[in-house]
């Protein structure tokens, strides 16, 4: 198992930068692909980014492209989520998640239901 905890969330007005950070703890980091999720008030969790194994190969929600940037640093074991040019519509509880891809290296996953472990989620509020 992995154990994912989230850290840099918090409240920015619109157009600011926020950094999210998901630190993995168990086993080896670089044998998980992971993803950002998030969750606003009253709406379904929603796919944001997702990285493979080596950070060579990343995929974005179209809300997202060309302002949110997914990385991986697997010497610290921690993903990161960059957040630029912050919407209010990006006010959500954001979540990474974690799947280990075996032998399929750069498979990336784009549904929650592909994920088998969730860290406790960050808020980020976006006020106008």
């Known amino acids: 198992q992995v154990q994912l905890v989230e850290s840099g969330g918090g409240l920015m007005q619109a157009g600011g930068s926020l950094r999210l950070s998901c630190a993995a703890f168990?086993?080896?980091?670089?044998?998980?692909?992971m993803g950002w999720f998030r969750q606003a008030p009253g709406k379904e969790r929603a796919f944001v980014a997702a990285?493979?194994?080596?950070?060579?190969?990343?995929f974005y929600a179209d809300s997202v492209k060309g302002r949110f940037t997914i990385s991986r640093d697997n010497a610290k074991n921690t993903a990161y989520l960059q957040m630029n040019r912050l919407r209010p519509e990006d006010t959500a509880v954001y979540y990474c998640?974690?799947?280990?891809?075996?032998?399929?290296?750069?498979?990336?996953?784009?549904?929650?239901?592909?994920?088998?472990?969730w860290g406790q989620g960050t808020q980020v509020t976006v006020s106008s």
């Open positions: 168990g086993r080896t980091f670089s044998n998980y692909a």
């Open positions: 998640a974690a799947f280990a891809v075996g032998t399929d290296w750069y498979r990336l996953g784009y549904s929650a239901d592909e994920y088998d472990y």
């Open positions: 990285i493979n194994w080596n950070g060579e190969s990343t």
